[in-house]
């Protein structure tokens, strides 16, 4: 189906879910297809659409240059079990990425204004083998080029949440005021354990031992 025909699908699909709806159209148009990265030291970098956090996620894709001092956020995330995808749009284009990839797209949306990313699974053409070898070569690169490099260690939680709460403690406090507190409560195995738990929640995620 050309993408033209986008609309055409989306108007003939279940109309009682909305967000299925969209998801069925994208199946149903042509896939995304990848132009090459014709200049040396070209990337993708990925323009996440605004949207809110339900919405379908929404990109497109441009060809830019290294060394023109182009903004964008890098991504370092665990890609997770292939086997669980979910279909984004790329400029009306279904394209499919792994369930971890969506949540972080999700998150690091906006509702107002377009984010710049790059994710390698999206702006790498992994179905190449030599702009695949390329590109990951260039990786150093493309991280120490990015405005920031943001860490995706998924979903936050309430155990998370203390683990941050907890590092952040730790980071700030000077030394003898955290060992005092760590002796005041050495007889509170239930507070000790909860913040074991929470650290356990943070450092057990997939992340900290992807290759």
């Known amino acids: 189906m050309a993408s033209d025909d986008f609309l055409d699908a989306l108007a003939t699909s279940h109309v009682q879910d909305p967000l299925n709806s969209v998801y069925s159209a994208w199946s149903q148009s042509a ?14 970098v990925l ?3 605004p949207g809110a956090s339900k919405d379908p996620i929404l990109c497109e894709i441009e060809h830019v240059s290294l060394d023109e001092g182009v903004e964008y956020n890098a991504l370092s995330y665990a890609w997770g079990d292939p086997g669980e995808r979910v279909a984004i ?7 499919q990425v792994t369930a971890s990839l969506a949540e972080a797209l999700r998150a690091f949306r906006k509702r107002q204004k377009t984010v710049p990313v790059w994710a390698d699974a999206v702006c790498i053409n992994q179905t190449d083998p030599a702009e695949r070898a390329e590109q990951v070569g260039r990786m150093r690169d493309v991280y120490a080029n990015a405005r ?7 979903n936050g939680s309430a155990m998370s949440e203390l683990g941050l709460t907890v590092i952040r403690k730790a980071n700030t406090l000077p030394v003898e005021e955290w060992n005092r507190l760590v002796i005041e409560t050495k007889g509170e195995a239930r507070f000790l354990k909860m913040i074991l738990h929470g650290l356990m929640d943070i450092f057990g995620r997939s992340w900290w031992s992807r290759v």
Request: charged share 15%; net charge positive; glycine share 12%.
């Open 31 to 44: 896939p995304f297809e990848y132009c090459p990265l014709w200049r040396k030291g070209t990337i993708r």
């Open 47 to 49: 323009h996440l659409l």
């Open 89 to 95: 749009s790329v400029f009306g284009h279904g394209f």
């Open 148 to 154: 920031q490099v943001i860490v995706w260690l998924g």
